[in-house]
């Protein structure tokens, strides 16, 4: 690893190409990330860092459910996921390509508290800017406490979806819901060993933690946003003023 690349701030998708890029077998999102660590490519503070990478490969990935075109990283096998890098990006991938590639997708992603709106983030050079648009699709995690079960689903009209569910099953609650319902397959792989019956899963203290962590996230982006909005406000304000 050159210098230059240790002092370059890496987004977790340039750090996983870097590291493929040197990889001669495929590696699952855990074993990536353990060698970013140890090549001590990215700092973060987050729980679940490895499953942060997991879905920006996935997003970036040969899945029949990327509509971007933009594919980088090769599935190799599901269970657990492993990948490698498309044979011509390994190839010719540069900094300023990777750095142009990574300029046009969400940094992070999250559904508003209207469970219709999609929140995006884009870091740009440390930068961070804002868009929302209306959500098509989500993946939806609906527990019932009573039962210590969670089911993991996918739906175009969560409030829709919600109140069908409720009239067979009255002590469920919407826990997270997460932009796209391409991310179910992800979850359902993720979280197999909790498998129960079709798309249940025991509730158990990894999946708790793991909503727990997301939805800080989301709480925070969303603060994020409102300031960011505010800020743009308080300007406009200001230059009346001249």
Not at 3 to 21: D, R, S, V, W
Not at 120 to 144: A, C, M, P
Request: glycine share 2%.
């Amino acid at each position: 690893m050159s210098k230059n690349l240790k002092q370059k701030k890496m987004t977790f998708k340039e750090a996983a190409i870097e590291i493929l890029k040197k990889s001669d077998t495929p590696m699952s999102a855990s074993e990536i990330w353990d060698e970013i660590v140890k090549l001590d490519l990215i700092k973060s503070n987050g729980k679940t860092p490895s499953a942060t990478l997991n879905s920006i490969i996935l997003y970036n990935s040969n899945s029949p459910f990327n509509k971007k075109g933009e594919i980088i990283f090769e599935i190799i096998s599901k269970n657990p996921m492993r990948y490698k890098l498309i044979d011509d990006t390994k190839e010719d991938l540069s900094e300023d390509n990777i750095i142009e590639q990574t300029k046009d997708e969400p940094f992070y992603e999250c559904v508003m508290d209207d469970n219709e709106t999609i929140l995006k983030i884009y870091n740009i050079d440390g930068d961070l800017d804002y868009q929302i648009e209306h959500g098509d699709s989500f993946t939806y995690f609906i527990s019932n406490s009573i039962k210590d079960k969670i089911k993991i689903g996918r739906t175009k009209n969560i409030k829709n979806r919600f109140n069908t569910l409720k009239t067979s099953n009255p002590d469920i609650e919407i826990s997270l819901i997460v932009p796209r319902e391409k991310y179910e397959k992800y979850y359902h792989d993720e979280f197999s060993k909790y498998h129960y019956n079709l798309e249940w899963y025991f509730y158990t203290k990894e999946i708790k933690e793991f909503i727990i962590n997301e939805d800080k996230k989301r709480k925070k982006a969303i603060t994020c946003y409102r300031k960011f909005k505010e800020s743009i406000e308080i300007e406009k304000d200001f230059l009346s003023l001249f």
